[in-house]
């Protein structure tokens, strides 16, 4: 039944004049001949503006529009897992599908009640992350930073320590990123024989920004399946949460409504905290997420990266000044925070050492002003100490990680918790003043030699 004709065409969006009542906000319409696709985002009377979900290319005014669905449809049955699928639900890795059961992949939310924050520590093998910002399951984790500080290569490590040793299911969402990258994490999961536990989800970058914002829902969807329906434990894995944002914005400034500071748009808040109240935990299942967020010309106080931000219950914040000296995962522990850092949870041995060692560090950064100008021999033996101590420890916070060995030619290694206390309460206690601080440079545990 036709409901409406096209009567404006703009780049990733049309207005119609209605012909029918029955017509409401997240309504799937299309041409009549299937080959454009719409959703209702808003109705004025006897006109509605709809977004375009594929193209306007070779569109024409005055075009008949049908209602299809009451909003985007996507598989919810065990067959979402271990496939591939574009941003707005549709298979796309070649292997015969046939659905057992589809569902609307608008937001759903949790009542208070169900909510379940009381997990187990989710150690990652990460020394620096394991140590300065611990990780709990159902936590949702930022990964900050401008481009090219490491951002990619650290969720894929992720990926692979958590992923691989864990019964979690995952789903990686790309949001706006490069196809070639996804391309390459598909082949890893198939060399690693990890693909039959993973969902992922592609919007790349090339596509219209209404295909790059919804690759966010499809893949919650996934994770919500896996959560509510299978009382399973997922992770997510976003990469970049940022170009959601982005997205939205340019949707917005299509659809001719008032932005704000920077460009975003007025309701940036309201979006982000409906994308970050579905990947919340229940007692039946954790939802962890890890999610990158590009900060623009490396401004932290950019007002997207503080609203994304806001949500977290930890940032792992990547420093440009760190990767220029070649210490990878070029994190700043100093910016990186937990809501698990707490004596209670870690105990009182971590909590301690986390505590020393940022103190070490805060007095070294004071030191190197100091020793440029007056020289290492003008200060005190307690600040040589504090000073060798500091670099040794910020040189073992390296570490050859399994995603860059194709580019380092080093082994990637993984060092569990009580390796890292260890090391580290030896080095902050002078147990190894005698080694070379170049010992200490990528490797996994020091193992003494």
């Known amino acids: 039944m036709v409901v409406g004709k096209i009567i404006s065409i703009f780049d990733v969006s049309i207005k119609i004049v209605l012909s029918d009542n029955n017509l409401h906000v997240g309504d799937i319409l299309e041409t009549e001949d299937g080959k454009y696709a719409f959703e209702v985002v808003s109705i004025d009377s006897i006109e509605a503006t709809c977004i375009t979900l594929k193209t306007n290319h070779g569109l024409k005014k ?4 049908v209602k ?23 298979i796309i890795d070649g292997k015969e599908f046939k659905s057992d059961k589809k569902r609307i ?7 208070l009640q169900e909510l379940h924050t009381e997990t187990e520590p989710l150690w990652t093998g990460i020394k620096i992350i394991d140590f300065f910002a611990p990780i709990q399951k159902g936590f949702k984790i930022g990964l900050i930073g401008g481009a090219g500080v490491g951002k990619t290569v650290l969720i894929r490590e992720l990926i692979h320590n958590i992923y691989n040793d864990t019964s979690a299911n995952a789903v990686f969402i790309g949001v706006g990123e490069r196809s070639r990258e996804g391309q390459e994490l598909i082949e890893e999961m198939k060399k690693s ?18 295909s790059r914002s919804m690759a966010v829902d499809t893949g919650l969807t996934i994770a919500e399946y896996l959560r509510d329906e299978k009382n399973k434990d997922s992770l ?3 990469d970049n949460i940022y170009r959601y944002v982005q997205a939205q914005s340019e949707i917005s400034m299509e659809l001719k409504e008032i932005l704000v500071e920077n ?11 409906k994308v970050e109240e579905r990947a919340n935990s229940t007692k039946n299942g954790t939802i962890t997420s890890f999610q990158t967020i590009y900060v623009p010309a490396d401004d932290l106080n950019d007002e997207a990266v503080q609203t994304i931000s806001a949500y977290m219950d930890g ?8 990767a220029e000296k070649g210490l990878h995962p070029a994190i700043n522990v100093f910016k990186s925070t937990s809501k698990l850092v707490d004596v209670e949870k870690i105990g009182q041995r971590h909590y301690d050492l986390l505590k020393k060692a940022l103190a070490y560090f805060t007095r070294y950064e004071e030191l190197e002003e100091v020793i440029a100008i007056l020289g290492i021999d003008e200060v005190s033996e307690e600040d040589k100490n504090i000073f060798y101590r500091s670099r040794k420890l910020r040189n073992y916070f390296s570490q050859p990680l399994f995603a860059a060995e194709s580019f380092t030619n080093m082994p990637g290694v993984k060092v569990a918790i009580e390796d890292i206390l260890n090391d580290v309460e030896n080095i902050l206690n002078g147990t190894y003043d005698y080694i070379d601080e170049l010992s200490f440079l990528f490797i996994g545990r020091y193992n003494g030699k």
């Open 62 to 65: 005055g075009a008949k529009l």
């Open 68 to 90: 299809k669905a009451s909003g985007i449809e996507m598989e919810y049955s065990d067959k979402v897992i271990g496939r591939v699928f574009d941003s707005y639900g549709k």
């Open 105 to 111: 992949n608008r937001n759903t939310t949790i009542s």
């Open 193 to 210: 024989n990890l693909l039959d536990k993973i969902s992922l989800v592609f919007g790349q970058m090339g596509s219209n920004p209404v």
């Open 236 to 238: 997510v894995f976003i």
């Open 263 to 273: 460009g975003y748009m007025a309701n940036m808040a309201e979006l982000i905290s």
């Open 315 to 322: 940032q792992i914040t990547l420093d440009r000044k760190m």
